[in-house]
């Protein structure tokens, strides 16, 4: 029976990151499938749910259940108390400080957060004694200098804090999975973006800034180095490939990703375009946005996942590009609208 034709009610899925792009993401299709999903929020001063309001204020249609927990990948006694108390059927490990330049600023805290916060999930699933399947959010920067394009077989050479980070999440899921026979897969996902990508990553800075450009909000845009080569997909998409390896028969690991190579300067291009800007008119080097050690090439071979999970990508960059950029725009417009009426009130 496929994973398409099976009915999923009743089945309970733990989100940690689930108030991030693919958390949030990852929450609407689950709930779609009849999920109850619990999410992991950490408690703060702030609210930081905006990109799963939509989902979580206000009555929630039956069926479509999502439950909050705060609590902090630091804490390792809170995350058996709370596997033991919803007994998930599975579990994605989403969370993690996830921006590469700033791994730089802050190793520690990365190597905290993005390594060992994987490693205090895992030892928690296995001290709970709970029977679930976890997925654990690996990334193309774990190959960081290894030439393209990178699979599952390509050895591992990262090229910042956050990405050795992401390697010893990596091993240590293999570990876990090799020593306690826990059901736990990687998903390798090579770089994927959205409208709801944080405003700190390369594409995203680049089609807020095409919104605010054209409504006379912002005169320049600097980016840094333009000539790194990325593989850049649709993060609805992504977040399918991640439910799919945890479908399958026997845990293993995937590389996700559209196998096309697009550097910085075309995607740059690309949104420009379809905000019917001229890029060289606006955009403006910054050195201080390089890192100290550059990735020039993540192009990923996701062979593996196609023949074995049947996932495909379908947006490609040209077409990604426009639709952060029209949403960009959108939201925007809705701003400036909402505004002009409080004034005018």
């Known amino acids: 029976m496929s994973p398409e034709s ?20 990852l929450a609407e299709l689950l ?4 999920y109850t999903v619990h999410g992991l929020v950490r408690r703060s001063s702030s609210f930081n749910t905006e990109r799963i309001d939509h989902i979580y204020q206000g ?4 069926g479509r259940t999502l439950v909050l927990h705060h609590a902090d990948l630091a804490d390792g006694v809170a995350l058996v108390n709370l596997l033991r108390e919803i007994r998930p059927d599975e579990v994605y490990n989403l969370g993690a400080q996830s921006h590469v330049r700033v791994s730089f600023d802050a190793p520690l805290y990365t190597g905290d957060v993005t390594g060992l916060g994987s490693l205090r999930l895992l030892e928690a699933i296995r001290a709970s004694g709970v029977a679930t399947r976890i997925y654990q959010a690996s990334s ?36 876990y999975r090799e020593a306690y026979g826990l059901f736990a897969c990687n998903g ?7 409208p709801r990508r944080g405003e700190t990553f390369v594409t995203r800075k680049i089609t807020r800034a095409v919104a605010r450009i054209r409504a006379g909000l912002q005169d320049r845009l600097y980016l840094g180095n333009l000539d790194a080569v990325r593989d850049w997909g649709y993060a609805p998409e992504y977040v399918e490939a991640m439910w799919r390896m945890l479908q399958q028969d026997d845990p293993d690991d995937y590389v996700v990703a559209t196998g096309q190579a697009v550097s910085v300067r075309e995607f740059l291009d690309a949104a420009f375009e379809a905000g019917g800007l001229d890029q060289s008119r606006y955009v403006r080097y910054d050195p201080k946005y390089e890192r100290p050690s550059e990735v020039d090439a993540l192009i990923g ?17 040209r077409e990604l590009a426009a639709l952060m950029v029209r949403a960009d725009i959108e939201a925007l417009d809705a701003e400036l609208a909402g505004a002009r009426v409080r004034v005018d009130r």
């Open 6 to 25: 099976t009915s999923f009610a009743g089945r309970s899925a733990l989100i940690t990151g689930v108030t991030g792009q693919d958390g949030s993401y």
């Open 31 to 34: 709930l779609d499938k009849g």
């Open 59 to 62: 009555p929630q249609e039956p």
């Open 140 to 175: 193309s920067e774990m190959f960081g200098a290894a030439p393209p394009p990178q699979n599952e077989r390509t050895p591992f050479h990262p090229r910042s804090p956050y990405g050795c980070a992401k390697v010893f999440s990596y091993w240590s899921t293999v570990n």
């Open 188 to 194: 390798i996902l090579f770089n994927h973006e959205s």
């Open 301 to 317: 071979d996701a062979s593996k996942a196609r023949e074995q999970l049947g996932w495909r990508p379908t947006v490609g960059w």
